[in-house]
């Protein structure tokens, strides 16, 4: 028999969890025998537990009620179901919000559509004639500067083809 000092140490190494496997066989014998005395019955159920699951008795009926306490713990922190009156509600507040938006965009077009001067877009020249001269008279205006504009990339142009003919030489040498 193991001296009750050396069991207490044990243990108190054992809950620590710096016992050894070979400390952890002798409690284990120790709690196996009868014994056991009174302050260690505690011990001795956690030894049973773990090194002789056979000795543990679990009560009648857990699993029903482990399975009703689940039961009425989802019930309880369920979310309300919606029903098919708050759906279909909600589509329909949708639908009319949508329609209400679109409505109200198209009468603010219409609005301020009818407030802009037209003006601008009203034909100038009666005669067709006068037209196609004006006309040919604008794009002659706008090809003028378009060139102008051009004019200074005609020098990277030359520069740009001359490179390229030097590096078709040198290609061509190799």
Not at 12 to 21: E, I, L, S, V
Not at 32 to 55: L, M, Q
Not at 89 to 98: A, D, G, L
Request: with cysteine.
């Amino acid at each position: 028999m193991i001296e009750e000092k050396k069991i207490e140490q044990l243990l108190a190494a054992f809950y620590k969890g710096d016992t050894t496997p070979r400390e952890e066989e002798l409690l284990a014998q120790f709690f196996s025998s009868n014994e056991v005395s009174e302050k260690w019955h505690t011990d001795r159920d956690v030894f049973a537990a773990i090194y002789d699951p056979s000795r543990i008795s679990i009560p009648a009926g857990i699993s029903e009620r482990l399975e009703l306490a689940i039961d009425k713990h989802m019930e309880e922190t369920a979310l309300p179901s919606r029903s098919k009156v708050s759906i279909t509600r909600k589509f329909y507040i949708t639908i009319i919000s949508t329609a209400a938006a679109a409505i109200l965009c198209i009468g603010l077009f219409f609005y301020f559509d009818r407030r802009i001067n037209r003006d601008f877009i009203a034909d100038t020249y009666t005669n067709p004639e006068e037209a196609a001269i004006a006309a040919e008279q604008a794009l002659l205006f706008i090809s003028a500067k378009l060139n102008q504009g051009l004019a200074p990339l005609e020098k990277v142009k030359n520069n740009v083809d001359k490179t390229n003919e030097i590096l078709n030489e040198n290609l061509k040498l190799y």
